[in-house]
């Protein structure tokens, strides 16, 4: 050990390491190279800490000791080097690993951190009980040590760069404690954005989270309710009733313990909740995606999940909040219109005006949103999504109408729904954020299966080109 440090230092050792091998010859102590059960060297040379201490402030290279004095059997300072550089390699492949496989390594990262930093207490502990630990084993602890600093410096780069880009990283997603999907109609993001007729979205839109580059998923309606609650259209291309055997948000919600709801305006005017069309198409089974899930279909107590939209009224009121909230306005609320009289307000042609549907779905919006916002239901990082399906409706003759086919994220090319407003409204964070990230419904989507770590469903599956919000949902709380 003498010779040891003075091929370190080139010099004596000093009272530090005197002491302790005066102490090594005292009779029946064991010597330097004797073994000694449970691990260290010898006993820390407590009585003569003061004699110690002043001999290493007296030296340049004091700084080696630490305030115990057991820097004195530290590894050679060639040997540190060796560490520092293997470890700013080891950095830069992290940096590398982390950005290409996203939170799962962030996740370890952060243990191992935690892990090296309670290493180094168990080490600091065993000083203060005079245990002293050997030159190799300290290498050890030092490099467990500076691998947690350089993680916590690694995580702390990239939770800096959360921003508009960070969505491939998936930093910034949460466990939410209650998710609110508002599905809108037939509206697009010109037609609304600027618009005096709907001053709660044009509100919003500087207030919460904004996604400027948000696509449906295509045309008509009903492919997109399905690709937002199953990760695909799955075949349905057209706003007929059907029934088809997937995987969807219910499975994955109930497999996880949660709940779920969907809450329906103007279901409790149907005679079934299978019924096509109610209250003079006033609520439309193409706006409920999940009777359109066989394995829902023939469960009566997923079927009783599925309630009109008044029973979110009492649900809220008494905290009774499912953590899954789907909610369909009627087509007089939703910004769609029906068929109707040049008297009836709800026709599709009154689309602008202060009567007309932008400004009806708009107050609904504030009704609703308002309500959820008041709610003790409204806590933690609760999260409330409100978007429209697709774009409008310019009468084209081709795409159901549709004139807007623009699309991303594994939408069929040629064939999306069209750019439409989505907002995000964050319970746990309130800062103003705009992302031109392109996005649709099988993004928002996997946002929610990631922050509650469900697994993912067809489309979103491919993270490559299906990002998840994390821009606008601000960071994880």
């Known amino acids: 050990m003498v010779d040891h440090l003075r091929e370190r230092r080139g010099r004596s ?218 990760g695909s259209i799955n075949g349905v291309k057209s706003d007929n009733d059907t029934a088809i055997n997937v995987p969807n948000i219910v499975d994955q919600v109930e497999g996880s313990g949660r709940t779920w709801k969907g809450y329906m305006q103007s279901l409790s005017l149907c005679t079934t909740k299978l019924d096509h069309a109610c209250g003079n198409q006033l609520y439309e089974r193409k706006h409920n995606p999940f009777v359109s899930y066989q394995d829902v279909q023939n469960s009566p107590a997923r079927m009783a999940n599925i309630v009109d939209l008044a029973q979110l009224d009492s649900d809220l009121t008494s905290g009774n909040v499912p953590s899954y909230s789907f909610i369909a306005p009627d087509q007089c609320n939703d910004m769609h219109g029906r068929a109707g009289q040049s008297t009836d307000p709800c026709r599709f042609a009154n689309v602008q005006g202060p009567g007309g549907l932008i400004a009806t779905g708009d107050a609904f919006l504030t009704k609703w949103v308002g309500k959820i916002m008041a709610s003790p239901a409204w806590n933690g990082n609760s999260v409330i999504f409100v978007t429209w399906d697709e774009s409008d409706f310019t009468g084209s003759p081709t795409h159901f109408g549709f004139g807007d086919t623009s699309g991303c994220c594994d939408a069929e090319p040629g064939n999306g729904g069209g750019h439409v407003v989505t907002i995000v409204i964050s319970h746990s964070n309130h800062s103003a954020v705009t992302s031109d990230v392109a996005y649709n419904h099988y993004s928002l989507l996997r946002t929610i299966q990631d922050g509650w770590q469900l697994g993912c469903l067809g489309f979103t599956c491919d993270t490559a080109n299906v990002p998840a919000m994390g821009a606008v949902t601000g960071p994880q709380g």
Request: charged letters at 25%; glycine letters at 10%.
């Open 13 to 230: 050792p000093g009272p530090c390491l005197g002491h302790r091998a005066r102490l090594d010859r005292r009779p029946g102590r064991p010597q330097p190279d004797q073994y000694i059960p449970g691990g260290g060297e010898l006993p820390h040379p407590g009585r003569n800490r003061d004699e110690c201490r002043q001999h290493r402030r007296s030296r340049e290279q004091s700084r080696r000791f630490d305030d115990q004095c057991h820097g004195c059997s530290a590894p050679p300072l060639q040997a540190s080097r060796g560490v520092r550089r293997r470890f700013a390699s080891r950095i830069v492949h992290l940096v590398r690993d982390v950005k290409r496989r996203g939170r799962g390594l962030r996740r370890l990262a952060l243990e191992s951190a935690d892990r090296a930093a309670l290493d180094s207490r168990f080490e600091r502990a065993g000083w203060r009980a005079g245990v002293s630990i050997s030159g190799a084993s300290r290498g050890f602890w030092m490099r467990r040590v500076i691998a947690a600093t350089g993680f916590a410096t690694l995580l702390a780069m990239i939770g800096g760069s959360a921003s508009v880009s960070a969505d491939s990283s998936r930093p910034d997603l949460k466990n939410y404690q209650h998710v609110f999907v508002i599905m809108m109609e037939n509206t697009g993001y010109d037609a609304l954005i600027g618009n005096p007729n709907a001053p709660w979205t044009n509100t919003a839109a500087t207030t919460y989270g904004l996604a400027t580059n948000y696509t449906g998923v295509t045309h008509p309606s009903q492919p997109n309710y399905i690709a937002v609650t199953s």
